[in-house]
């Protein structure tokens, strides 16, 4: 499966669109705010450049890549107000996959102007968007353009399967599983890891190269609490489930349990450490935030929603939410793999087994916020020194 073919969020604005039903995310987006907004006032108010370009990585086709570079250029634009100083150019790249619905968030764009317009009388800069298709994990952006990157629940998603899931006769290393689990055997956690350390370290050194000095980053994605192994229920529930629904259905014959076998997640949740170890090996950065946070249903309506779509969100179960939300990001890959009649069973089997989950545990999802800064030229040349 290659995944810049097969694995895009669903399009539109339909009930099954990412743009519908991407609540938890908005939910993220929301939660860091505040390092999002301390960390580009900082960059701004200490270079000040006429024009502030930002790049969002893995915009996807939903609101929250506008939300929040909403926040950001309004959080300028206020401390351009106290400093009394013009405001900046705002150009803002979007980013994802070539077959990333990149329509749908354009087409929303004059909604957002006109809500610029609206605060023009309060000192409002000038705002550009573009769209750049591409891979994150290689170069998206000339050297030394960027003055801010932010990227909200994407890092998460490998660039590719770890090879390593097969063995020499092709047979599948994780057999009856679509993600790590306990009864997977230590070789796929160690392929998962090291495909994590290998994306994320590409991802560093690319950016690396397109931020100025000075520079700032924030990202945020899956992660897991210190000690803790990706495999523990909390972390892995969501592709236990669909393992499992996917399984059962292969007990019934309405799939061949080889491709059930055959199909893994390019997905890996890493712990702080973990994170942690990538940055200071890559060397680039230095970082300002590292924390971890819970996101919950139970916050979804205190995201930006429409009251239609908070009324909406309120009738459903948070099960069936979640499910909804899953579909709207995994269907294509699904799809591409298992072929596009099985996906109403699926889903309405897994929606079942998610309702007995959260009728036990809690219906959040634990995350990871960083913000970098990128080192200044002398700070690698003695660290360079020093080594």
């Known amino acids: 499966m290659e995944l810049q073919k097969a694995f895009c969020m669903n399009g539109g604005s339909g009930d099954l669109s990412y743009a519908r039903n991407c609540t938890i ?20 108010s200490t270079f000040f450049p006429e024009n502030l370009i930002i790049a969002e990585l893995g915009c996807s086709s939903g609101p929250n890549a506008l939300f929040s570079a909403f926040d950001m250029m309004e959080a300028v634009e206020q401390r351009c107000l106290q400093l009394r100083r013009s405001p900046p150019e705002f150009h803002l790249l979007l980013n994802d996959l070539p077959a990333n619905d990149f329509n749908t968030i354009f087409r929303s764009l004059p909604e957002f102007y006109q809500q610029r317009r609206r605060m023009e009388s309060s000192g409002c800069g000038q705002f ?3 769209g750049v298709p591409g891979s994150f994990y290689g170069r998206l952006f000339p050297s030394r353009t960027l003055h801010f990157v932010h990227s909200s629940s994407s890092l998460h998603w490998l660039s590719q399967v770890p090879l390593e899931l097969q063995d020499k006769s092709n047979a599948p290393m ?7 689990s306990k009864t997977s055997p230590n070789c796929v956690a160690e392929a998962y890891l090291m495909q994590f350390r290998k994306d994320f370290s590409l991802f560093l050194k690319c950016r690396a190269k397109e931020i100025v000095a000075g520079g700032h980053m924030v990202l945020t994605l899956m992660g897991r609490t210190r000690g803790s192994e990706p495999s523990w229920p909390e972390y892995s529930y969501m592709w236990e489930l669909l393992g499992e629904a996917l399984m059962d259905m292969a007990s019934q014959g309405i799939i061949e349990e080889e491709k059930v076998d055959s199909f893994n997640a390019p997905y890996f949740s890493p712990s702080l450490e973990e994170v942690k170890q990538e940055i200071e090996r890559e060397g680039s950065f230095s ?36 499910a909804k939300g899953v579909r709207a990001v995994l269907e294509s890959m699904l799809e591409s793999h298992f072929g596009e009649g099985i996906m109403e069973e699926l889903f309405s089997r897994y929606t079942s087994l998610l309702e007995g989950y959260y009728s036990r545990n809690k219906p959040q999802v634990t995350n990871i916020v960083i913000a970098l800064t990128r080192k200044l030229e002398e700070e690698n040349i003695l660290r360079a020194s020093v080594f």
């Open 25 to 44: 995310q908005s939910v993220i987006v929301s939660s860091t705010k505040a390092v999002r907004v301390d960390a580009v006032v900082e960059f701004y």
């Open 287 to 322: 970082i300002r935030t590292l924390d971890l946070f819970e996101a919950s249903w139970d916050a979804a309506h205190g995201s930006r929603q429409t009251k239609q779509e908070a009324a909406a969100l309120g009738e459903i179960t948070h099960a069936k939410r979640m």
């Open 128 to 130: 550009f968007v573009s």
């Open 174 to 180: 994780n057999k009856g599983k679509i993600y790590l």
